[in-house]
């Protein structure tokens, strides 16, 4: 098992369902000292209460003075933060010439903007304390390969790794390390109504895509993601970065689907 027991890390976005609970699951496991956001600070607490140490903090990641404000307080509290996992985002499943500019400007300031400001404030306060760190960005599958109503998701999450890459390159001369994990299809049972914006039937669509588009036929956990993140937090991934992970069970590795090529 990794051992973070000596890191401060940071989770945007942790309090909901999905990649970011598994990610605070698994840092915590390791021994990391989680700090929870979410938008309200009961939704942070009521995470943060079921981890053994950890704390809870709230901001809007959209709001740069709630932002700033969680910065100064997390330094108050607990000094230097050595992670930063940037997992808060939305999705958007609609027809790129049907996206409204108030739909493109939400999804860009939550999933682009935040990122960028997130990781400026993050770096600086490691600079400053001549301290080394890391950034781990949430992406997505869609950034290497999308499917109908996803364009704008599918750039937004593009210009996520673009970031990714290029902090890498800036930030290595103060041993910050910025790297991105980007997970496939993970199930949660909030997802089907999503899933109905592009298929009738949520369930069967789970089932087929876990069995036909993936090369390892089991269902990707949140959990699964958060064990990635946790290695890139970690001293064992001390000469990585600019790199994106692809937490995926190999979908987009494969040329075709399984049921096309079976004999």
Known sequence: MMNLSNKNILVTGAAGF???HGVVVALSKMGARVIVNDLTLEEAQAVADTLPNAIAVAADITNENQVDAMFTTLAEQVGVIHGLVNNAGIGLSKEAHNVTDEEFDNLYNIDVRAVWKLSKLFAN???????????????????SATIAKYAVYASAKSAVEGLTRGMAVELGKHNIRVNAVAPGYVHAEQNLELIKTFAD?????????????????????AEDCGNVVGFLASEYSRAVTGQVIYVDNGTTAMLYNNSFIEK
């Open 125 to 143: 306060q490691l600079i400053e304390n001549n301290t080394e760190g890391s950034i781990i960005n949430i992406s997505s599958v869609h950034a």
């Open 201 to 221: 039937d949520p369930e069967l669509w789970v089932e087929q895509h876990t069995k036909d588009y993936q090369s390892l036929p089991f269902e990707i956990l």
């Open 18 to 20: 999905g990649v970011g």
